[in-house]
């Protein structure tokens, strides 16, 4: 089993930052895959970043540019940095990871940008 926990979500205007965390129950290092998805109201889930235990980075293209996804094993943590926020990132953010072929979510964390 892997519990994880977001946190950092909150109120930004548009063009501003914010910097999520996902903290884990299990040592990261394990984790194949970890990574962020979000869901708008009204919208289907979408992926957003995502970072394999050997590097490899997947983001989805509206967000190229903007946000980078990291890990921290030390520190049991995956990061998701926002950069030049748009109204259109406004959703609850989930982390989640893939470990022995099961996948885990956090309970998400709200983000609203105003314009």
């Known amino acids: 089993q892997v519990q994880l926990v977001e946190s950092g979500g909150g109120l930004v205007q548009a063009g501003g930052s914010l910097r999520l965390s996902c903290g884990s129950s299990?040592?990261?290092?394990?984790?194949?895959?970890m990574g962020w998805y979000r869901q708008a109201p009204g919208k289907q889930r979408e992926l957003v970043a995502t970072k394999t235990s050997a590097g490899s980075t997947n983001y989805a293209d509206s967000v190229v540019g903007r946000f980078t996804i990291s890990r921290d094993n030390a520190k049991n943590t995956v990061y998701l940095q926002m950069n030049s926020l748009k109204p259109e990132d406004t959703a609850v953010y989930y982390c989640y990871a893939v470990h022995a072929l099961s996948t885990y979510w956090g309970q998400g964390t709200q983000v609203t940008v105003s314009s």
């Open positions: 299990r040592s990261i290092f394990r984790l194949n895959v």
